[in-house]
């Protein structure tokens, strides 16, 4: 008995790309999607020709490399440009085109728009196909890393701690000069009062940007806390997903948590899934907990579900916390634990907050029998008694936390309609990490990792055969020249993707 010994290198076989590639390879899916996409209406480049000059490769050709590199966890300009040489799924999909990994960079930096577009387009694709109905809307958040490491990331705290050093070495240099001259001291001395002076520039960008904190290599990038409370220099990105069969419909990334992020997110889900002003039940957690979100997003016909926050005084004694004392709209009064009446004067105060947020107003309830209270060591510490402060929001955080309590199976869902998308973005496909600066170019990679996820997801609850028919009749119905009748609404949408410059309503 011997080893299986393969076939001879050297053996001439009549053999194509064709018959390499399995007959329900979803490459072939990826070649449907990006044959059939009118890419001249997303505004890619180099789809027009140029009367002279080396022709450029067809935006189809780039955006099959992209979606499939994405696909498969290969997101390198340098590897992509070695697949489209060794792989042989990649040979098929785009005929054996080599481009330079230059060009194949250059793509991606050079369209962002146009991936975001296909991105929202997709999505109205399978708004259209009634794989997502935007009933229930589930938001969450994930980080990944930036091209920017944390020593080049600086505070106020840190850029002084650093001058506080350098002026340290300074002073012990100029000891040493007060002797003998030394060259190589002088250097020294020399090369730390460049590093004040480049510390100083940071010092000055640093107040003049209002921001908490900046970035030398990447300015969009933040220091954001992890997993296990560790601090990486990164983005915080905002994802969305509907409940019917779990598409990611919109995408951003802003501040380095959540709290200002939740109004702009429904926003974007009620534009990308056409439902503007249209009733939606929006899960998030906690983290999105925010009086003035909340409020947003009740203008915006919207019924939030988010997780309630525990105030501050809960922490210390639970048995005096915010949810001991009890508020009567009619009287306008708060009765506390010792069921003594709490009382305002009608004024309403600015609460001024840190880290540059927005001030918000607040009434205070107090009443004198705290100065005699039994209770009062136990309820708090002031000097001038217990102070209940209510917002302007408080209304609004209520009616949220009411929904929440009072449906609590409902708001589990949450975990299973948002979080399972980024074990599958971040393990399989490795997009824990961006491999671009700025805010415009990371969203680029968020919309082609988001874009190749819904891909695949439709092809696994349609099969290969349905989401291949399906994208032939969608894409030729809207791309043809043929007079086709939509509705209102549907030529609203096409407009505004800028997908058609003409359409008429009937023949």
């Not at 064709?18 to 044959?35: G, K, L, N, W």
């Not at 705290?157 to 002088?186: C, M, P, S, T």
Request: aromatic residues 10%; hydrophobic residues 35%.
């Amino acid at each position: 008995m011997d080893y299986n010994q393969g076939l001879d290198r050297n053996q001439i076989k009549m053999i194509s790309l064709e018959q390499m590639v399995d007959s329900e390879a979803f490459v072939r899916v990826i070649d449907a999607f990006a044959d059939h996409l009118d890419l001249d209406s997303f505004g890619f480049t180099h789809h027009r020709l140029n009367k002279e000059g080396r022709p450029p490769f067809h935006p189809s050709t780039m955006m099959k490399i992209y979606l499939y590199g994405y696909h498969n966890g290969i997101r390198s300009c340098r590897k992509l440009e070695k697949a489209c040489k060794v792989n042989i799924e990649m040979k098929w999909l785009i005929n054996e085109q080599q481009p330079n990994f230059k060009t194949i960079a250059n793509f991606r930096k050079d369209n962002p728009k146009s991936f975001k577009e296909v991105f929202r387009y997709f999505v109205f694709i399978l708004k259209e196909w009634k794989l997502i109905d935007g009933k229930t809307v589930a938001i969450d958040s994930f980080k990944i890393r930036a091209q920017n490491s944390l020593k080049n990331n600086f505070n106020a705290r840190k850029v002084k701690r650093h001058i506080d050093y350098i002026d340290q070495k300074i002073a012990e240099y100029e000891e040493e000069l007060d002797g003998d001259f030394d060259q190589n001291i002088e250097d020294k001395l020399e090369h730390n009062k460049n590093k004040k002076a480049n510390y100083r520039i940071i010092e000055k960008q640093l107040k003049d940007s209002g921001d908490g904190q900046i970035s030398t290599t990447d300015p969009d990038a933040k220091a954001v806390v992890f997993q296990r409370n560790s601090v990486k220099v990164g983005y915080n990105i905002q994802a969305a997903s509907d409940s019917k069969y779990k598409f990611l419909i919109a995408a951003d990334t802003g501040d380095v948590n959540d709290t200002k992020a939740l109004a702009v997110m429904v926003s974007k889900v009620q534009v990308n899934i056409d439902l503007v002003n249209q009733p939606i039940d929006v899960l998030a957690d906690k983290g999105y907990h925010s009086g003035r979100e909340i409020k947003a997003c009740e203008n915006l016909n919207v019924n939030t579900f988010i997780s309630p926050k525990e105030s501050s005084s809960s922490k210390v004694n639970p048995d005096f916390a915010m949810s001991a004392f009890r508020y009567d709209e009619h009287h306008d009064t708060y009765t506390c634990p010792a069921k003594v009446v709490m009382k305002t004067n009608g004024r309403w105060y600015n609460k001024s907050l840190k880290n540059g947020r927005k001030p918000y107003l607040v009434k205070h309830y107090k009443t004198k029998a705290c100065k005699d209270c039994k209770l009062r060591s136990a309820c708090t510490s002031n000097k001038l008694g217990r102070i209940i402060e209510r917002t302007q929001y408080a209304e609004y955080i209520k009616r949220n936390n009411h929904r929440v309590n009072t449906n609590p199976d409902y708001y589990r869902q949450r975990q299973q309609i948002i979080e399972h998308q980024f074990g599958t973005l971040k393990r399989h496909r490795h997009f824990d990490y961006t491999l671009m600066k700025g805010k415009e170019n990371v969203l680029t990679e968020t919309y082609i990792s988001f874009s190749i996820y819904n891909l695949k997801r439709s092809m696994s609850i349609l099969g290969f055969s349905e989401i291949i028919r399906r994208l032939k009749v969608a894409f030729k119905r809207i791309n043809s020249n043929i007079c086709t009748t939509f509705t209102m609404n549907h030529y609203r949408i096409l407009k505004s993707y800028n997908i058609i410059n003409t359409f008429r309503l009937s023949c």
